[in-house]
Every structure is written in structure tokens, then in C-alpha cells.
């Protein structure tokens, strides 16, 4: 805190007056800014908020109790595995899915077509026709 004596002298006190001006401006200062970020901040977390919530309505209720990164991980880990055993073989994607025996409606397809696409960015692996995946060879 700022000492709360008085000044014993005009100079003394315009002296003390300008450090505090100077104080309170950088505090103004740092309060915006620290706004801006909290603002910006709950914002993320509530696009992150409603993002894991359709992620838990489209995730498989079998599934419902592991953590959404390890079943997400392990899903993937079946992909590339059912790809790698059949090397060359081009799948479509709901045959894919029946073949790993996750569910075959379609928000369950969209999300395996999503899934698929990052592979293809990824570079494991390659789209040679419409809605046909196969290892990158």
C-alpha cells in the first residue's frame, strides 16, 4: 500500500500525486487487459463446452463411461488397424464401420467420414473414390 502520511511540502505533494496518477493508469491498463482476456476466455470455454456436448450426444452409449480422448484414441488405433491388415483394400466407410462393429447410423458415419478425412490430411491415408478409403501405399 501507499504510504498514507502527508506531504510536507506543495512540490512533495504534486510528486506524490503524479506516482499515484501514474499507478492508477497502469492499473486501468492491466484491468483492461485483463478483461479483454477473461471475456475472450469464456468465450472459448463455451464453445468448448458446447463442442464436448455434441461430442457426448454423437459418442456411442457403450462408450459413455471412458474418457472422450482415449475412446477417441482407441477408435482411431481400429482404423488404422483394420487399413494396415488390408493393405491395398479400398473400404467404404459404413463397411469399415460394421466391420470394427461401431454403429452404422448415419451421425455415427459422418463422424467416421470426419475421422477418415484426417487420416487423408495426415497422409496414412488415401481417398481413391467417393466415400473409399485405403492405405497410402
Same mark, same amino acid.
Given at each position: 500500500?501507499?504510504?498514507?502520511?502527508?506531504?510536507?511540502? !506543495?512540490?512533495?505533494? *504534486?510528486?506524490?500525486?503524479? @506516482? /499515484? $496518477?501514474?499507478?492508477?493508469?497502469?492499473? &486501468?491498463?492491466?484491468?483492461?487487459?485483463?478483461?479483454?482476456?477473461?471475456?475472450?476466455?469464456?468465450?472459448?470455454?463455451?464453445?468448448?463446452?458446447?463442442?464436448?456436448?455434441?461430442?457426448?450426444?454423437?459418442? !456411442?452409449?457403450?462408450? *459413455?463411461?471412458?474418457?472422450? @480422448? /482415449? $475412446?477417441?484414441?482407441?477408435?482411431?488405433? &481400429?482404423?488404422?488397424?483394420?487399413?494396415?491388415?488390408?493393405?491395398?483394400?479400398?473400404?467404404?466407410?459404413?463397411?469399415?464401420?460394421?466391420?470394427?462393429?461401431?454403429?452404422?447410423?448415419?451421425?455415427?458415419?459422418?463422424?467416421?467420414?470426419?475421422?477418415?478425412?484426417?487420416?487423408?490430411?495426415?497422409?496414412?491415408?488415401?481417398?481413391?473414390?467417393?466415400?473409399?478409403?485405403?492405405?497410402?501405399?
Amino acid at each position: 500500500m501507499w504510504p498514507r502520511e502527508r506531504p510536507r511540502t !506543495p512540490a512533495a505533494a *504534486a510528486d506524490r500525486h503524479d @506516482e /499515484t $496518477a501514474a499507478r492508477a493508469d497502469s492499473l &486501468r491498463e492491466q484491468i483492461e487487459g485483463l478483461t479483454t482476456a477473461l471475456v475472450e476466455t469464456e468465450d472459448r470455454l463455451a464453445e468448448l463446452a458446447a463442442t464436448r456436448k455434441v461430442i457426448d450426444d454423437l459418442a !456411442p452409449r457403450d462408450h *459413455a463411461t471412458a474418457p472422450a @480422448e /482415449t $475412446a477417441t484414441a482407441t477408435v482411431y488405433q &481400429r482404423i488404422v488397424t483394420a487399413f494396415n491388415e488390408h493393405l491395398g483394400k479400398a473400404f467404404r466407410v459404413r463397411d469399415l464401420h460394421a466391420r470394427l462393429g461401431l454403429p452404422t447410423d448415419e451421425p455415427s458415419i459422418n463422424v467416421a467420414r470426419s475421422r477418415l478425412g484426417r487420416l487423408v490430411r495426415e497422409g496414412l491415408l488415401e481417398q481413391p473414390g467417393r466415400d473409399r478409403y485405403q492405405k497410402r501405399t
